[in-house]
């Protein structure tokens, strides 16, 4: 069964840290590019950022930009999102999605989803 599944979501004080992880099973992320997305109660889904399956070059929403990393690791068949200095408009469901190309990444036409995982930034 083709799934991606992201998780290490929780609770965290404003200025805390977090680091969510994204991998597959029943296949490898190796040929895909990767993106977190986020949705927060009555918003829109938006995306946070995204990383290619070749060249490993990233991109990032304005409200990431300086406080969250992106990066993969093809031998473990991960990617993680590191998010620092957390402001309580970062609550929402984060979600890692997967597209199959072979260079670069978009907001677009990703084929896999995960389920989500609840990040929760409040003092």
């Known amino acids: 069964q083709v799934q991606v599944v992201e998780y290490g979501g929780g609770l965290v004080q404003p200025g805390g840290s977090l680091r969510l992880s994204c991998t597959a099973s029943?296949?490898?992320?190796?040929?895909?590019?990767i993106g977190w997305f986020r949705q927060a109660p009555g918003k829109e889904r938006e995306g946070v950022s995204c990383i290619s399956s070749s060249d490993g070059s990233t991109s990032y929403a304005d409200s990431a930009k300086g406080r969250f990393t992106i990066s993969r690791d093809n031998a473990k068949n991960t990617v993680y999102l590191q998010m620092n200095s957390l402001k309580p408009e970062d609550t929402a469901v984060y979600y890692c999605a997967a597209e199959y190309r072979g260079s670069g990444c978009s907001w677009y036409g990703y084929d896999y989803w995960g389920q989500g995982t609840q990040v929760t930034v409040s003092s």
């Open positions: 029943g296949f490898t992320l190796d040929f895909y590019a």
